[in-house]
């Protein structure tokens, strides 16, 4: 079966710097695009980064700069370096896959797999 799982939230001030990990399992060909979504209270769930198969990442405007996402293709993981983190990064953070490629993808619904989340507190 097809998994995600993400690890590497908690609690940092703001400021500092917190690492997810997203592990893909049981998907029967390579992983068109691969992202990470989040959502916080009250708010819609938001893309914050998506990296295709080709290697072309996206970020969106509020974490450029901030946020870098890497992918182990050996292990077919794919973290987000998260540093200098605000308050408003505070959210549940998703992982989410779907076998074509980011570009064909124009929203959230459009990805067929996603992970049970993992918070990240963002605290002053």
């Known amino acids: 079966d097809v998994q995600l799982v993400e690890s590497g939230g908690g609690l940092v001030q703001t400021g500092g710097s917190l690492r997810l990990s997203c592990e893909a399992s049981?998907?029967?060909?390579?992983?068109?695009?691969m992202g990470w979504f989040r959502e916080a209270p009250g708010k819609e769930r938001e893309e914050v980064a998506t990296?295709?198969?080709?290697?072309?990442?996206t970020y969106t405007d509020s974490v450029k700069g901030r946020f870098t996402l890497s992918k182990d293709n050996a292990e077919n993981t794919l973290d987000l370096q998260m540093d200098s983190l605000k308050l408003e990064d505070t959210a549940m953070y998703y992982c989410?896959?779907?076998?074509?490629?980011?570009?064909?993808?124009?929203?959230?619904?459009?990805?067929?797999?996603w992970g049970q989340g993992t918070q990240v507190t963002v605290s002053s």
């Open positions: 989410a896959a779907d076998y074509d490629d980011c570009r064909r993808l124009s929203s959230e619904t459009d990805f067929g797999s």
């Open positions: 049981g998907f029967r060909k390579p992983i068109g695009c």
């Open positions: 990296r295709a198969l080709d290697g072309t990442t």
